[in-house]
């Protein structure tokens, strides 16, 4: 997945090495297994950023920069202050005056951020700050979860310094005062007991409809993961006709063709649609214990000890980079 760096210096005067740092940084995050690039952009008043193997969607716009799906972004987007766009996406945008930290309605490209004296450093990777900053102070508070659950605790990094976006919010910088606030706007959800269950089913597939559409999935870029489960399944037959885009399906290579398997039923299922479906095995790799666990802690950044799902090594991600 691609990851953004951002630095916004609090001296106009200091962007330069920040550049360095920016390039040096995101030669480490490149996974050893796949030949990668790294883009490097910046704006007249001083905000830097680089994108690690960046996407053919990304949007940048001066000092602001977009990974992820916005739908129906506007002009704005990457105006400070403006609308947030609907999508799953980690927004940064920066005029002159303010620089902001935008997170979806779930926070599913996780932001994390420190705030310091002489530059506001953000990104989607937290090895990424550690590196910037040039030292660790560990964060004890996530060992219980890690031992306990298998995940950091939420809204916790590694280090103690890092401090991560909310969902549905957005980090404002004064770039003046040089002060930081978080505005976030909480999700609430209601129950209704005056509906049906069948009006209640109408009322979610109309809904789910709207939101589909407005997104413009390109299908040289776009690609549909597929189970054969009904959540796979019915995001594909909402995209409807004229909107077929490929799909793909993992497991071990033995599954394939196994009845009532994902494998097989992901694969019928793309069949009787005509849509193009690949099949990726993720058997273990040959190579040693010691470089798998390595490239699964670089990578995953220790947020989740779910190994068995990469014990190939991120084959997988280098054929489908």
């Not at 909402?238 to 494998?263: C, I, K, Y």
């Amino acid at each position: 997945m691609a990851k953004i760096v951002y630095v916004c210096p609090r001296s106009k005067s200091d962007g330069d090495q920040w550049t360095d740092a920016l390039e040096s940084v995101s030669r480490r995050l490149a996974p050893d297994n796949v030949e990668t690039s790294y883009l490097l952009g910046e704006s007249d008043d001083g905000v830097r950023y680089a994108v690690v193997t960046p996407p053919s969607f990304l949007l940048r716009d001066g000092g602001s920069v977009a990974i992820g799906a916005l739908a129906e972004p506007g002009k704005d987007w990457a105006v400070p202050e403006a609308a947030v766009p609907e999508g799953t996406y980690a927004l940064f945008r920066a005029s002159a005056a303010a620089v902001e930290l935008c997170t979806d309605i779930l926070a599913s490209r996780t932001i994390w951020y420190f705030h310091g004296e002489r530059a506001l450093l953000a990104s989607t990777s937290q090895r990424a700050l550690i590196m910037l900053l040039g030292s660790f102070e560990a964060n004890y508070r996530v060992l219980p979860w890690v031992l306990s659950a298998g995940c950091l605790a939420p809204g916790e990094s590694w280090d103690r310094r890092l401090s991560c976006v909310p969902p549905n919010s957005r980090v404002h910088l004064d770039r003046q005062s040089w002060k930081v606030s978080c505005i976030t706007e909480p999700v609430v959800f209601r129950a209704r007991t005056t509906q049906t269950g069948m009006a209640a089913g109408d009322e979610l597939e109309t809904l789910l409809r709207a939101s589909i559409s407005k997104y413009a999935f390109d299908p040289r870029h776009w690609i549909v993961p597929l189970s054969g489960g009904y959540d796979s399944r019915g995001l594909l037959l909402f995209l409807g006709p004229g909107r077929e885009l490929p799909t793909l399906t993992w497991g071990q290579a033995s599954s394939m063709g196994r009845p009532g398997n994902d494998a097989t039923i992901a694969r019928q299922l793309a069949q009787t649609l005509g849509l193009d479906h690949s099949y990726e095995a993720t058997d273990p790799s040959d190579e040693s214990s010691e470089l798998i666990l390595d490239r699964f802690l670089r990578l995953g950044e220790g947020r989740v000890d779910h190994l068995a799902g990469y014990l190939d090594g991120f084959a997988i991600w280098k054929r489908r980079r």
